[in-house]
């Protein structure tokens, strides 16, 4: 995983910098209420890309072990149980998908 930190700016300013070790500078926050929280969330956004991208992934797997599932069951009755699961992760699914999008966006 890529690892970010939070310093301070070495300047008189008492900005906010956000940086890979031994990197260049990703972004320089001015101090505000919200200043320290914003830089934080800054600085864990690449772990939580790796993250999605790997929970997207389990994500994929739970839908097609519930598609086999209910391919393999032939109970009437399960049926709009196993769609009812299906659409639930379906939906986790496009959400992540477009976080990620949002994420690698240029």
């Not at 700016?9 to 209420?33: D, F, R, S």
């Not at 839908?63 to 769609?83: P, S």
Request: glycine share 0%; charged share 25%; with cysteine.
């Amino acid at each position: 995983m890529i690892r970010w930190f939070i310093s301070r700016n070495n300047q008189n300013t008492k900005n906010l910098l956000v940086k890979p070790l031994n990197g260049q500078v990703v972004c320089e926050i001015e101090p505000t209420a919200e200043a320290e929280t914003n830089a934080r969330l800054i600085a864990a956004a690449p772990d939580l890309l790796v993250l999605a991208e790997q929970y997207l992934s389990d994500v994929q797997h739970q839908i097609k072990y519930i598609e086999q599932n209910r391919d393999n069951d032939v109970t009437v009755d399960t049926y709009d149980n196993y769609q009812d699961q299906i659409d639930h992760w379906f939906a986790i699914k496009v959400d992540i998908e477009n976080v990620i999008a949002k994420a690698k966006e240029i």
